[in-house]
């Protein structure tokens, strides 16, 4: 822990609780000022730094503690705020003003419980703990989610009690780590809170069909340990059904974390809760309590905007203007298991003369209500099941109480029916809530553009909006794009200053004009001489139309450095060479010579997380030469310089593992030898995996192929990276022949409808209708574009020559390929030292040592 040090000039402020709501509310002390006036010291029970619990699934998608953490790492010490992990709070003395640990006392002038909630866990018999941890397992902490993991590792099957949103999420957690997944729910329905039940039959068929077991109006009796059994534990329901586990997490709803409070005397609700009034202040006016341990009007929120809001009231309280704390929303937005969910305002019509319009969607099991009051002109709340494209407009309806159109029934209606009414931004009001997370309105946006905001970017930095959950990104982009024009600003789409097309525009023309090359379709439908924008784009454009070699003379000068050479350049400006290891698969001797080219011209090697071995330290002259004995050795190009297809992930499947359903290497190969030459308007990675266990973590990835006992289950747009997502069902039970021809035909619509340097996921949520849209395009065939897109795929696959195969025939393409135009010999500034057996570039102190050592 920390020093305890007190600061004689400042007064003594402590906030109790790390998590999401008290880690902004020292954001918020510090935007106000608060540290000239506090000296502030922050506890947390956790090891861990503030982390996201909205997006906590994602830890087990490969996400770590440190990419969830919220904030910059050394936000409390730049401004002088002392955080206290892993030190937990024994007792608030109100008398002396101090809180104790078990270091020992601190005074505190002003004190902020954020203590939040903890997960519920029923009484129902059955073993120890002590003895069976993975009988009594939660989803609420990182800790909590390294136990499941760890006793995931030893199961095959695994049951969640609880069917409402974090139930659902723990489930799809299991999924992740490959389990065969059950929710098991006391209520009739899932989500039982959010969603009606017809909502509830809709969510619970959606989620039947993606392999997660349902079991609702069951109540267990107990669970019972049955050693030597196919499974280690029986759940015994009443009415005498049961079912068979390895093991049991529980999600059955939240309490308040209001022990502290109880012990030192504050007033407590009567089912928990820490009571607060309007400026959150608790019965003891030296102490606040915000977000989930505090009752307002008898009511506690579960939901992190709502404490986001107290956070702001409390920091206003303790420094300028305190805005009383009035309640919040709990409309909801969510994707669960990748089935979009939203339940907005009174979604259960209990105002009086409430009436509601539904469409239902029996075959898709799509749901949408609608209600409204008695006199059809206000919006009171909704429900969607399978399409959140309606949600934001639905929300500023009930919000704002804007008038419904003469025919409401419209809002919800499918687009092919005439509905699908979009309000504009135009008719927002200022008070309009864009982003519930940051409460940031319609009025703040206006604001900024008007204090100088010209983009997305410089918008988010400046209000925060969409920088929390995420959920308001399209509203947000629609407002800020109606400023623009209603202030007589254009908003630019052009690719660049060079052509005033998208990038879409422009491979149509490319495409059904013939062009060939840059210069022409510049001299037909651009003007100046082009850019390091325009160039790759329309490079990748003719690549992926005509499958020209990027190293002919037409097409050379459109690249970026990585694809000029082919290769990855360095910090050090040395090169990485990454041969394709296609579907990881490789044979002994051409391990033996890739460790013989890295031996020879002293390369540092190194696995990659895609299956593939790259060789790091090459200098420019060397490249042909390392590339002429690789090829001769059998390898090709893996393509890892350019935006195309890079990895195709696989699991050994069913020809060595137990578990393995369907041949994954086969299928994986077969993927990347078809696709290896399409040039993409991003990077391209698939997996395949042989079982649902899902080792070759195909959910992650642009394309997902999973086996099943029947075929494959196809996933698309997902990805890793900066924003990570979740890929989203396709297609399931397909055989390999409509496996590979829903791949083509999607690969070959995205790169047709992209935008520049916009991956899979990005492409998706851009779309119009959304995967709905794409199945019916890919699926159904919706456009009459599925043979001519095969066919633009067959010219790939059917024309695909290796880029440095081609360059190494032609003298011309080799003579690149130096560091110095008169001279073959290396650059002498490139300096190396060895660290474990392997080159690395020096650092800077190195070089200098090395230097004062040759003098």
């Not at 902020?112 to 909630?117: D, E, H, N």
């Amino acid at each position: 822990m920390q020093d305890l040090t007190i600061h004689p000039e400042k007064k003594q402020l402590v906030i109790i609780g790390n998590g999401m709501v008290g880690h902004h509310c020292v954001e918020q002390l510090i935007e106000r000022g608060a540290t000239q006036r506090y000296q502030i010291h922050v506890f947390g029970d956790e090891r861990h730094r503030a982390y996201d619990r909205v997006h906590l699934s994602e830890y087990f998608s490969g996400k770590g503690a440190d990419a969830l953490a919220l904030g910059e790492a050394n936000l409390h010490a730049t401004h002088g705020v002392s955080l206290h992990l892993g030190v937990r709070i024994t007792q608030i003395d109100r008398d002396r003003g101090e809180i104790l640990t078990a270091d020992g006392r601190l005074p505190y002038d002003s004190l902020i419980i954020a203590t939040g909630s903890y997960p519920f866990v029923p009484p129902i018999p059955g073993p120890e703990v002590s003895d069976h941890p993975q009988a009594r397992l939660v989803y609420r902490t990182l800790d909590d989610l390294d136990a499941i993991r760890e006793h995931a590792a030893h199961a095959r099957r695994g049951v969640v009690i609880g069917g409402g949103l974090l139930g659902l999420e723990a489930a799809n957690a299991l999924k992740s780590l490959g389990l065969e997944a059950h929710v098991v729910e006391f209520a009739p329905r899932l989500m039982p809170v959010q969603l009606d039940d017809q909502g509830g039959t809709a969510l619970r068929e959606r989620i039947e069909a993606l392999g997660v077991g349902v079991h609702t109006g069951q109540a267990t009796e107990e669970i019972v340990a049955t050693p030597g059994d196919d499974y280690a534990y029986r759940m015994n329901f009443q009415g005498g059904e049961h079912l068979d586990t390895d093991l049991v997490l529980f999600s059955a709803g939240i309490r308040p974390q209001d022990q502290l409070a109880r012990d030192c005397g504050l007033e407590i609700g009567e089912r928990g809760g820490i009571v607060i009034d309007e400026t959150c202040r608790t019965s003891d006016p030296e102490i606040f309590a915000i977000g989930e341990c505090a009752l307002w009007n008898g009511q506690t929120f579960g939901l992190v905007a709502p404490g986001y809001t107290m956070a702001r009231t409390v920091a206003g309280c303790l420094t300028d203007v305190c805005e009383p704390f009035s309640g919040a929303d709990m409309s909801t937005k969510l994707k669960l298991l990748g089935v979009d969910v939203g339940s907005i305002g009174d979604a259960f019509a209990t105002t009086e003369g409430a009436k509601s319009y539904r469409w239902i969607d029996e075959a898709g099991n799509g749901y949408r209500r609608l209600v409204v009051s008695s006199d059809g002109k206000k919006a009171l709340g909704a429900i969607l099941v399978g399409d959140n494209s309606y949600y934001d407009t639905l929300l500023q309806y009930v919000q704002n109480g804007i008038d419904l159109p003469e025919n409401p029934a419209a809002l919800i209606l499918p687009q092919s029916e005439g509905g699908a009414l979009m309000l504009g931004a135009d008719a927002l009001p200022d008070t309009a809530m864009v982003c519930s997370c940051h409460n940031v309105t319609k009025g703040a946006i206006c604001r900024a553009v008007d204090e100088g905001c010209a983009d997305i970017a410089a918008l988010k930095i400046e209000t925060k909006a969409s920088t929390g959950c995420g959920g308001c990104a399209a509203l947000l982009k629609q407002v800020f794009e109606h400023e623009l024009e209603s202030r007589g600003m254009e908003v630019d789409k052009s690719l660049c200053e060079h052509f005033q097309y998208t990038r879409q525009a422009l491979y149509a023309m490319v495409r059904v004009e013939g062009i060939t090359s840059f210069d022409e379709l510049l001299e037909k439908h651009g003007h100046g001489l082009g850019c390091d924008i325009c160039k790759p784009t329309i490079g990748s454009i003719l690549a992926t139309c005509w499958n020209q070699p990027i190293m002919d003379p037409q097409n050379v000068a459109l690249q970026d450095t990585n694809d000029t050479f082919m290769a990855n350049m360095q910090k050090n400006g040395t090169y990485s060479v990454m041969p394709r290891v296609a579907g990881g698969e490789i044979t002994p001797d051409k391990l033996v010579a890739l460790g013989e080219v890295a031996k020879k011209y002293d390369l540092y090697t190194k696995i990659t997380g895609g299956q593939r071995i790259d060789l790091f330290g090459a200098e420019l002259h060397e490249l042909p030469d390392i590339w002429e004995e690789l090829i001769n050795a059998g390898f090709e190009t893996g393509h890892a310089y350019g935006k195309s297809l890079r990895t195709v992930k696989s699991c050994v499947g069913n020809t060595w593992c137990r578990y393995g359903v369907q041949d994954s290497v086969a299928m994986a190969l077969e993927l990347e030898h078809r696709y290896k030459g399409l040039r993409t308007p991003h990077k391209v990675k698939m997996g395949v995996s042989g079982c649902t266990r899902e080792c070759a973590e195909a959910q992650g990835k642009d394309i997902g192929v999973i086996a099943t006992e029947a075929g494959w289950n196809l996933y698309v747009c997902g990805n890793g990276g900066m924003r990570p997502r979740h890929a989203e069902l396709f297609a399931t039970d397909i055989d390999s022949a409509t496996l590979i021809r829903y791949i083509d035909r999607f690969l070959m619509f995205y790169v047709r409808t992209a935008d520049k340097l916009q991956r899979t996921s990005v492409w998706r949520e851009s779309l119009e209708g959304g995967l709905d849209f794409l199945k019916e395009v890919v699926i159904d065939d919706s456009l009459e574009l599925g043979d001519e897109l095969e066919r633009q795929m067959h010219h790939i696959v059917e024309t695909y020559e290796c880029e440095w195969a081609n360059a190494l025939k032609d003298p011309e393409k080799l003579k690149r390929f130096r560091t110095f135009v008169n001279d073959r010999c290396g650059d002498p500034d490139i300096v190396n030292v060895t660290e474990r057996d392997q080159p690395r570039p020096a650092r800077e102190n190195e070089v200098q040592s090395l230097a004062v050592e040759i003098r």
